[in-house]
């Protein structure tokens, strides 16, 4: 009979230890998902290019609106 509690305890021990694991690689994968400046420290060139040519073309729809 006492061997049964011990059991118990050492099967939620290591319970409790693949949670926090699991825990810690969904935590690391919605860090890596939810970081946005990644992006830019990647590929600065790509992100600034796509700012510019998002500007001209926002200007030239813009301006012909008004012509």
């Known amino acids: ?3 049964e509690p011990q059991a118990l305890r050492r099967q ?3 319970k409790r230890r693949e949670i926090d694991q ?3 690689q969904l935590q690391a994968a919605v860090a890596a998902l939810t970081d946005w ?3 830019l420290r990647d590929h ?4 600034v290019g796509t700012g510019m040519m998002t500007g001209l073309l926002l200007g ?3 301006s012909r609106r008004h012509t």
């Open 1 to 3: 009979m006492a061997a």
């Open 22 to 24: 699991d825990l810690d």
């Open 60 to 62: 030239w729809f813009l």
């Open 12 to 14: 939620i021990a290591e």
């Open 37 to 39: 400046q990644r992006p």
């Open 44 to 47: 600065p060139a790509v992100v």
